[in-house]
């Protein structure tokens, strides 16, 4: 009986003997049941063992019976205090219970309730009520906004609700009767995924995730929290580990998504943009973006659909010069100059797009089965094709309500690459119309001016403000502050801010007499910062987006020689003015003295009278005080003279030879650690542009302002949904998510199959078999 045997499988758990537990107890001789296994499973868990879990799940444990809410949070309780990922929830918890001692003080509380509430949260760690919802504040924390807030269904919280309003909404849940807590985890297998994670177990975490769904975008799930967990992490040895298993979740993602490309193009580019109700609506695409995922973004399927969906319904191989000749002379686009495809096209599938999109569910497996046996009817069929539409970014349906000029029209502004082209051409036109305003246009302030190009140059900086507040709207169901810090977070838009500000500031500064040239020199240096954006544009090129990164690194780098620099500079200073000047109260001299000339002698610009005593007697100079702080020039002192000199020969050794040879050293670095791997670099950046672009309005500014106006009535006011979000986030359900998951999983497995193949036949392998034997 299986009852019997259930301490001796114990035993064996607790002694870590699995060769045991197969040979005795798993032979086939013993029917196991779900009761038996579930204590056995819960130490396995807890205990970190799992090639018993393992064992476990093959011999009769079913994990949805298992993994109810209040399971998964005793495994949570169970985790060890030293560990970073506890920390944190225990902040979470402390936070929690400081807000229902806040209730209770506020509800009018006993004396002797609240006594009793700040005992318990001074309690043990093991003693405190950790919930779901601590756990899913953290998951919160480490994922950021590209997911919706985790086990809120189960908890029955809103995911639009505000954090406060959630922490109290959970403490009258939590002094309730808590019916979640007997009820089944949704996801099993991917919140075991999670809690492995999230303790760093490296062999549990990979089980789990070989058993969870939705291979490509768990990896990269994983990847994202190791990675976040490793900057909070103090311990070196244990942030050494968690990028070590961050970088091998990349691996897996790029090695499982491979694995789907080989099989059929259009399910891998589905697969990428697919919203995962798991994961809470995230994309692979945002995911990876997310997680940092360089290699994952250097694929040849990612930037396969990046391209298509960077020239929409053109052909990729279309000339540059075609669309700027277009630009100039639109009806050029009604005729053969650019090839676009035909939506009537996209629907025929053609024979060599079935050889290279082998659409079957197992690859080339002579076992596997095809589309055509999945799908039955034509209403399927047809499900699958619009779905193919929907990607490539047209629709039969819609494009034949419109007529020919209509629909090539739309065919080439809204291609992103179109929008791409006249934001690069109207900004360089914007660059110059403000530099012709600045240098020749810019006249005295009212009733003289400002001229009518100065006003044209105020609509264009207007509708770039426009622009930008659109910007700020992009985040979906996110509060008004997460969508400005999520703005704020991107480099670009803090340059977009930055000189914003600037021309706000100049334009009322011009408008008064008083600070008209304040204006004009704030202007002048806010020209500077709209000329830098320009940087940003060619980050699309794949020779100059590269060499845009190197300057990034770059620039970091200066600062550091910049500190250094700073503290020899003023060293020498001080001594170099204290040392020729007995006394020179004037401050603004002490300054150009201090700072300002040391700096020069870097470049060999070295007063020579300064240095020889022969010179100094020819220097008109006085020694009186009342006269030197009237104005006249302090003589030098030629005491110590000598010592002069000999510090700036130190001076000049260090910063000319030492420093300036180390910031030279410190760019060569970077430059190597960068080029060698440009491609991957540029093509991570790349996605960044073309996700910028695909969302901007099809016109560029100062014309942009129509598109706000079209953008505000059909969206707003008409309630119309956009069909570029269709591009890179596509909601799927019923059989068409289900056929996406499980050929997903089958990719997956041959890709197992294959590396496990591999390694048996390694050397290494025969050489332990043969030891063994």
Same mark, same amino acid.
């Given at each position: ?30 029917? /196991? ?42 495994? @949570? ?87 406060? #309003? ?78 070590? &298993? ?87 686009? @009604? ?66 309500? #419109? ?21 690069? &051409? ?106 830098? #954006? ?104 030629? @005491?110590?003279? /000598? ?116 390694? #048996? ?13």
């Amino acid at each position: 009986m299986a009852s019997e045997c259930t301490e001796e499988l114990k035993l064996a758990v607790a002694w870590n003997r699995i060769d045991t537990a197969k040979a005795e107890l798993f032979n086939g001789d013993i029917q /196991w049941k779900y009761e038996d296994l579930e204590d056995s499973m819960t130490d396995a868990l807890i205990n970190n063992k799992p090639q018993f879990v393992r064992l476990f799940c093959e011999n009769g444990l079913n994990i949805l019976n298992y993994l109810t809410n209040n399971r998964l949070e005793s495994l @949570y309780r169970s985790l060890s205090d030293s560990l970073l990922a506890y920390i944190l929830l225990q902040r979470h918890l402390s936070e929690r219970k400081t807000l229902a001692g806040s209730q209770l003080s506020v509800d009018g509380a006993a004396p002797g309730a609240m006594e009793t509430f700040h005992m318990e949260v001074n309690t043990s760690a093991s003693a405190m009520d950790l919930s779901l919802f601590e756990v899913s504040r953290l998951l919160q924390d480490l994922l950021g906004d590209v997911c919706e807030p985790f086990y809120y269904g189960a908890l029955g919280l809103d995911p639009r609700m505000g954090t406060r #309003r959630a922490l109290k909404q959970v403490n009258k849940i939590l002094q309730g009767e808590c019916t979640y807590r007997n009820q089944q985890c949704l996801s099993p297998w991917a919140a075991l995924f999670i809690w492995a994670v999230l303790q760093n177990r490296s062999e549990m975490a990979i089980y789990f995730w070989e058993m969870a769904g939705e291979s490509v975008l768990s990896a990269l799930g994983a990847c994202k929290i190791l990675r976040e967990l490793s900057k909070l992490e103090n311990e070196t040895e244990s942030k050494l580990a968690m990028k070590k &298993l961050a970088q091998r979740f990349e691996n897996l993602a790029n090695d499982v998504f491979g694995e789907c490309y080989q099989s059929s193009e259009s399910r891998s580019f589905t697969l990428l943009i697919r919203k995962s109700p798991v994961w809470g609506g995230a994309t692979c695409l945002e995911m990876a973006t997310a997680a940092d995922a360089r290699l994952f973004f250097s694929h040849d399927g990612v930037q396969s659909l990046l391209s298509e969906i960077w020239w929409g319904d053109m052909e990729r191989s279309t000339e540059v010069w075609k669309l700027i000749l277009s630009f100039f002379m639109p009806p050029l686009i @009604y005729t053969n100059l650019i090839s676009f495809r035909e939506p009537e096209e996209e629907m025929k599938p053609s024979a060599d797009h079935h050889i290279r999109d082998n659409d079957s569910v197992g690859g080339n497996d002579a076992t596997d089965f095809s589309i055509a046996d999945i799908i039955q009817n034509e209403e399927e069929m047809e499900e699958l094709k619009t779905q193919r539409e929907n990607l490539k970014g047209s629709s039969m349906q819609t494009n034949s309500k #419109r007529p020919f000029i209509v629909s090539r029209w739309r065919q080439f502004w809204y291609a992103p690459v179109t929008s791409f082209l006249g934001n690069v &051409l109207m900004y360089f036109l914007f660059l110059c119309l403000f530099a012709y305003v600045l240098l020749v246009d810019f006249k005295s302030p009212p009733p003289d001016g400002p001229s009518s190009l100065e006003f044209v140059l105020y609509f264009w900086v207007f509708t770039l403000v426009c622009e930008e507040i659109r910007q700020t709207s992009l985040g979906g169901s996110l509060f008004l502050l997460q969508r400005m810090k999520k703005y704020i977070q991107d480099h670009w838009n803090k340059c977009d801010l930055t000189a914003i500000l600037l021309f706000l500031l100049a334009l009322i500064c011009r408008m008064f007499p008083w600070s008209f040239n304040v204006g004009r020199a704030v202007m002048a240096i806010d020209y500077m910062v709209f000329t830098l #954006r320009l940087i940003h544009i060619f980050a699309i090129h794949k020779q100059l987006g590269p060499k845009i990164i190197i300057l990034g690194k770059m620039v970091k780098d200066v600062f550091f020689f910049l500190f250094f620099l700073g503290v020899w500079l003023m060293a020498y200073g001080v001594a170099h003015q204290a040392l020729l000047f007995s006394y020179d109260p004037r401050s603004k001299w002490i300054f150009r003295r201090v700072f300002y000339r040391p700096y020069m002698h870097i470049f060999g610009q070295i007063p020579v009278h300064e240095m020889d005593t022969d010179k100094l007697e020819e220097l008109s100079c006085t020694y009186n005080h009342s006269e030197i702080e009237a104005g006249a020039e302090p003589c030098m002192s030629t @005491y110590a003279n /000598w010592l002069v000199v000999i510090l700036l020969v130190i001076y000049l050794l260090f910063t000319n030879i030492v420093l300036v040879n180390l910031l030279i050293a410190m760019f060569s670095y970077t430059f190597s650690k960068v080029q060698g791997h440009s491609d991957i670099y540029w093509k991570f950046q790349r996605y960044n542009l073309i996700v910028e672009y695909h969302y901007r309005p099809c016109l560029a500014p100062p014309f942009i302002i129509f598109s706000h106006l079209h953008i505000l009535i059909k969206r707003h006011i008409r309630q119309i949904p956009s069909a570029k979000s269709q591009h890179f986030a596509m909601e799927l359900q019923g059989r068409k998510a289900s056929r996406l998951n499980t050929w997903e999983a089958v990719q997956k497995e041959n890709l197992l199959s294959a590396q496990n193949k591999q390694q #048996r036949e390694s050397d290494t392998s025969r050489l332990q078999r043969t030891s063994v034997k």
